[in-house]
């Protein structure tokens, strides 16, 4: 039976990460908080991914406090962000005890939805954080990401939907990183989990539009039985980023699926956004080349930052044009280490890993410690069969590991209170630094220098310390 479709919008997080390097302000938002507020969204995106490091790294923000602002203004729509499972929003794994300490404050400082999957869509990797988000009063979204493999099929996307709804799930996602999922594809999976989860249970669609097949991808997928979307607002919607929010909502109008937006209060905060991006395109953050569409996605099933990345490294080797011949060697790669879906931290493993291969002229002669993680089990476990030849070269007579990663690891909170107890001012602290080490120090250095009027900057480029 067709209802309302609600939307999630992400101007204030994916849409500036996947279009701006997510260099954002606080300041640049706070004009149109209470407005977005007012629109009728599902939730508002706006923490998690690369929000975290980008304040601390870039724009001399606590994250923290961001988020605290962001709540006080948006009172009515529930604020969402997403979480790497085990990894939280860094790039390892982070014991027990972290974990639930991170999502037990971000419920507290005002996150209400928590979207959290692995890269490997390893649900032992998700378990901990799960019963966490639950405990503390979250909204729990499980997800699942969306790769194409000979492994892969709907059937085992569909599975992978109930588990993840057995261990507790309020919502589940399927989130398409790479825009690679097709319409008539995604209609057959969301109906088909459709059939098997509760009513109740909220199925949500994440894609982006770089291949152009974004809002087509939509449509099939609310036919099909979806309750929730990903938009962005037009000023920094399409291309890389999400399907724009204006279009869509005018899509769906007056049907049987129409979102009760109303697309006259969409465009006063449209057009702010639009001197937003405007200011970011100036400071040459934002390249209008990320609104095109680009197929090369579809044809390599290699995500846009992949392909960026493959290119910063050849260039910095000069070896450019071994550009096609690193392409060909990611699927190569990929199935060598059992098809793990190609998303963070994944992604990045794989695609230097290919770069090594061609450069050294010999596969595997050289390979990254996350290489070798990855083939040992140490992120989880892949669909696929690794390659025992090129195990037995990579891990020589180390053994495989089988369990979940995370039991190795001893409790760590306090070991990392204990390191910052100079800069200390309050838990969350502990968790910034636990995910960035080194980054959340010249931050609480900043920080310091701030408060007592020194040159904060000069502090934070460790001219001299505090």
Known sequence: ????????????????????????????????????????????????????????????????????????????TPLQMLLRGQNLLGYRHYSDDVVEKFIQKSIENGITVIRVFDALNDERNMEVAMKAIKKYGGICEATICYTTSPVHNNEAFIKKAKILE??????????????????????????????????????????????????????????????????????????????????????????????????????????????????????????????????????????????????????????????????????????DCGYPPLVTPSSQIVGTQAVLNVLQGERYKMVTKEFKALMKGEYGKVLGEVNEEVLKKVLGDEKRITHRPADDLKPEYDKFKEEIKEYYTQEEDVLSYALFNQVAINFFKYRLARDKKIDADLVKNSVYPV
């Open 166 to 335: 057995d261990m507790g799930a309020d919502n589940i996602c399927l989130k398409d990183m790479a825009n690679i999922l097709l319409p008539y594809t995604v209609y057959d999976i969301i109906s088909g989990m459709r059939k098997v989860l509760k009513p109740e249970t909220k199925i949500h669609l994440h894609t982006h539009n770089t291949t152009g097949t974004g809002d087509m991808v939509y449509l099939k997928a609310i036919e099909a039985g979806c309750d929730i979307v990903d938009c962005a607002l037009s000023a920094m919607g399409n291309g890389t980023s999400q399907p724009a929010t204006e279009p869509f909502v005018a899509t769906l109008k007056g049907t049987e699926y129409d979102t009760g937006i109303n697309i006259e209060q969409l465009v006063p905060i449209n057009n702010y956004f639009k001197g937003v991006a405007k200011r970011l395109e100036d400071d040459g953050i934002l390249d209008p080349k990320v609104r095109q569409i680009d197929v090369n996605t579809l044809l390599y099933q290699v995500p846009g930052g992949m392909l960026s990345n493959l290119m910063s490294q050849l260039k910095q080797a000069g070896k450019f044009e071994l550009f096609e011949e690193c392409l060909k060697e990611v699927p190569n790669v990929r199935k």
């Open 1 to 76: 039976m067709a209802k309302k479709v609600m939307i999630t919008e992400t101007i204030l997080r994916d849409a500036h990460q996947s279009q701006a390097a997510t260099r954002m302000r606080l300041d640049e938002m706070l004009p149109m908080l209470e407005k977005l507020d007012d629109v009728g969204y599902y939730s508002i995106e706006a923490w998690g991914g690369a929000t975290f490091d980008s304040c601390l790294r870039f724009l001399n923000e606590d994250p923290w406090e961001r988020l605290r602002i962001l709540k006080k203004h948006i009172k009515k």
